[in-house]
């Protein structure tokens, strides 16, 4: 039996017009930044499923000794497979304040079964390059998601309360202004200079300043004006609604078998032979499938990929064309494997 595969044909709209979103879709602002934090910790109180021994007796002497103020303990009085070591990690969101809590994922690093019914310790979250601070600090009873396929991951809902901040620099002073800077998701000329236009074409928000400039393919400098509050100037910034031009790419999951295919992603001519497929594109040949392509253009690859879903093709026979045609030149665009 043939397995399935699924084709996701990304397209915009008709005529080769851009696409329009909200700028805050498109960019983030330099300067507000997520920090990922990360701790070692201890789980108690599983039900045998535990590493009983090594990293994790280890610390859980140290517990012992700070708590009952006991320095004769030794690993060996500690034999129980009710506890673990594990990795936590969490991701503390720009501008949050000291009394947050945030979510963390609890990982385990020794030869635990399960995690499940665990409670974690007390934990100390560093950011990476800043070990001797503490921003976070996380501890709760352990909630499994998959028990079944990954029984030694879980997470805690708002299980760590932030204790330091993380200052936000997002507004500097550039030549006598105010200015702040967009950074694009994806960086490309076009969308940058799209988002320029954008900005200084919104004369009844914005003024007739040219308050914008693009510095390069991922940021946008702006200006912000002396007479105005920041955070009121950003949300009406960010609520513009720009033009985005992406480059042709087909991004290919191996694993599941999934093809996205962006737009103007196209096949020049080129002559198809796969097994006991052929097929012909750009021009015409007896004998064979062929599809036509303008003079000027290529063939959009998504017209080749539904002929061949049309017919049943075997979905690694249809990545494994797309791929020599990139190999061959033919196809127009950017392959990215996942």
């Known amino acids: ?103 963390v994922k609890v990982s385990s690093i020794g030869s635990a079964g399960s995690l499940r019914g665990g409670v974690l310790l007390e934990t100390h979250l560093v950011p990476v390059g800043a070990l001797d601070t503490v921003y976070a600090v996380a501890q709760g009873p352990l909630l499994v998601g998959d028990e079944e396929n990954h029984p030694t991951v879980a997470e805690i809902p708002n299980g760590a309360l932030v204790v330091e901040e993380e200052p936000a620099d997002i507004v500097r002073e550039k030549d006598g202004a105010r200015c702040i800077s967009l950074l694009l998701n994806y960086p490309d000329y076009t969308t940058a200079n799209n988002i320029v236009e954008a900005i200084i074409s919104d004369k009844q928000v914005f003024g007739n300043k040219n308050i914008a400039r693009a510095a390069n393919a991922g940021q946008v400098d702006v200006i912000v004006p002396d007479d ?96 020599a045609l990139k190999a061959a030149g033919a196809l127009q665009g950017e392959i990215i494997l996942r």
């Open 1 to 103: 039996m043939k397995r399935c595969m699924l084709i996701v044909a990304v397209f915009l709209l008709a005529g080769g017009a851009a696409y329009a979103e909200r700028l805050k879709d498109v960019v983030h602002i330099e300067g507000a930044i997520d920090n990922d934090l990360k701790g070692f910790g201890l789980v108690i109180g599983l039900k045998g499923t535990g590493d009983g021994k090594g990293l994790a007796a280890s610390a859980m002497k140290g517990v012992l000794q700070r708590l009952l103020k006991e320095n004769n303990l030794s690993e060996d009085d500690i034999k129980s497979k009710n506890i673990a070591m594990v990795l936590v990690t969490a991701t503390m969101p720009a501008f949050s304040k000291i009394g947050t809590k945030i979510d």
């Open 228 to 323: 105005v509050d920041v955070v009121s100037f950003i949300s009406m910034l960010l609520d513009v609604t720009v033009e985005v031009d992406n480059s042709a790419k087909v991004v290919i999951n191996q694993r599941t078998k999934t093809v996205i295919i962006g737009e103007h992603v196209t096949v020049l001519p080129v002559a198809i032979s796969h097994g006991d497929l052929r097929i012909t594109v750009g021009r015409e040949e007896r004998g064979v499938t062929t599809l036509e392509a303008r003079e000027s253009e290529g063939t959009p690859l998504r017209k080749i990929v539904n002929m061949l879903n049309a017919i049943k093709a075997n979905p690694d026979d249809i990545i494994a064309i797309i791929q």
